[in-house]
């Protein structure tokens, strides 16, 4: 099914529907099954497309306790630097909703990645923490 995705996700290119196949269709589909999906998903977190590396970042907004931070780390992490809006807005979300369940973790996380996270990541990640 992913690869199916990964050509709806470049075809749509657009928030509305790239936000919505990532958290309804590619997120459930790595808790489905992590085995094969996330060596994918690693890939496309560098995936020259920028709407397929924002579902990678965002796939996992509902995941919760099934969150791989590996993964998000690793999005995140390979994301970073690039100078796309919908990328630094997506990277401060997916960090944000993280933070509802471990909010130490996503401020050792921007902490981590200070001087590089872009001032848009940083306040969509903290937005909520005090």
């Given at each position: 099914m992913l690869p199916l995705v990964h050509h709806l996700v470049v075809t749509g290119?657009?928030?509305?529907?790239?936000?919505?196949?990532?958290?309804?269709?590619?997120?459930?589909?790595?808790?489905?099954?992590?085995?094969?999906?996330?060596?994918?998903?690693?890939?496309?977190?560098s995936?020259?497309?920028?709407?397929?590396?924002?579902?990678?970042?965002?796939?996992?907004?509902?995941?919760?306790?099934?969150?791989?931070?590996?993964?998000?780390r690793h999005a995140v992490e390979c994301n970073v630097d690039d100078p796309s809006f919908w990328l630094r807005k997506a990277i401060g979300w997916a960090l944000r909703e993280y933070a509802r369940l471990d909010p130490e973790w996503v401020r050792a996380e921007v902490a981590r990645l200070d001087g590089r996270i872009s001032g848009l990541s940083r306040r969509e990640a903290l937005k909520r923490l005090a």
């Amino acid at each position: 099914m992913l690869p199916l995705v990964h050509h709806l996700v470049v075809t749509g290119a657009w928030w509305d529907y790239v936000d919505d196949v990532a958290a309804n269709l590619v997120g459930p589909a790595l808790v489905a099954d992590r085995e094969r999906a996330t060596p994918l998903l690693r890939a496309w977190a560098s995936d020259e497309d920028p709407w397929v590396r924002r579902t990678v970042v965002l796939c996992q907004l509902k995941s919760r306790r099934d969150t791989d931070l590996e993964l998000l780390r690793h999005a995140v992490e390979c994301n970073v630097d690039d100078p796309s809006f919908w990328l630094r807005k997506a990277i401060g979300w997916a960090l944000r909703e993280y933070a509802r369940l471990d909010p130490e973790w996503v401020r050792a996380e921007v902490a981590r990645l200070d001087g590089r996270i872009s001032g848009l990541s940083r306040r969509e990640a903290l937005k909520r923490l005090a």
